[in-house]
Antibody, heavy 120, light 107 residues
Framework: QITLKESGPTLVKPTQTLTLTCSFS??????????VGWIRQPPGKAPEWLAL???????RYSPSLESRLTITKDTSNNQVVLTMTNMDPVDTATYYC????????????WGQGILVTVSS | DIQMTQSPSSLSASIGDRVTITCRAS??????LNWFQQKPGKAPKLLIY???TLQSGVPSRFSGSGSGTDFTLTITSLQPEDFATYYC?????????FGQGTKVEIK
């Protein structure tokens, strides 16, 4: 059974850097065809894909946020870390990590999500 | 980037109704389209991948169709647990864009 869980701060100040950790079990990022993605969802809005890291350490970023995002993996500890710089109140959202399968490029399952509020 | 347009944004339906939600891509994406269901306070759940393949454990009243630019999610005989928001998601290439969502409410 695959499970994922996000952890990190729930409140950050404008201009600060957000660091989120996704801890997962039930699969390995050393296995071909696998990845972990980050998706966020502002309150009442649609999900927005942010970043993806593949088993081979290849990375993809949302073009609109690429300059602010970094995704890394720790394969031995089954963790993926997302950093987002220069946080702004519009970045307030629930942040999810999700298992990614490259067979048909799906995100499933997702973690429970973590609500991050950006406010001074 | 490929844009996804989902419609309608909301609909009201009764138990037992047939419901259809559409998603249109700005260019051909073959069958690379996924559908998700999201209930309040929960993470999205994958229902259908590759346009028409039901994810394991998803009831057969859900079905997907389409290829190229036009796709459809159909729920036959709507059940109480189906009232939720549904999203399409581009799976052809990154960025993995989501549609704007369709909220299915009780009439």
């Amino acid at each position: 059974q695959i499970t994922l869980k996000e952890s990190g701060p729930t409140l950050v100040k404008p201009t600060q850097t957000l660091t989120l950790t996704c801890s997962f079990s039930g699969f390995s990022l050393g296995t071909g065809g696998v990845g972990v993605g980050w998706i966020r969802q502002p309150p009442g809005k649609a999900p927005e894909w942010l970043a993806l890291i593949y088993w081979g350490d290849s990375k993809r970023y949302s073009p609109s946020l690429e300059s602010r995002l970094t995704i890394t993996k720790d394969t031995s500890n089954n963790q993926v870390v997302l950093t987002m710089t220069n946080m702004d109140p519009v970045d307030t959202a629930t942040y999810y990590c999700a298992h990614f399968s490259s067979s048909f490029n799906w995100f499933d399952p997702w973690g429970q999500g973590i609500l991050v509020t950006v406010s001074s | 980037d490929i844009q996804m347009t989902q419609s309608p944004s909301s609909l009201s339906a009764s138990i037992g109704d047939r419901v259809t939600i559409t998603c249109r891509a700005s260019q051909s994406i073959s069958i690379y389209l996924n559908w998700f269901q999201q209930k309040p306070g929960k993470a999205p759940k994958l229902l259908i991948y590759a346009a028409s393949t039901l994810q394991s454990g998803v009831p057969s009243r859900f079905s997907g169709s389409g290829s190229g630019t036009d796709f459809t999610l159909t729920i036959t005989s709507l059940q109480p647990e189906d009232f939720a928001t549904y999203y399409c998601q581009l799976s052809y290439s990154s960025p993995w864009t989501f549609g704007q969502g369709t909220k299915v409410e009780i009439k």
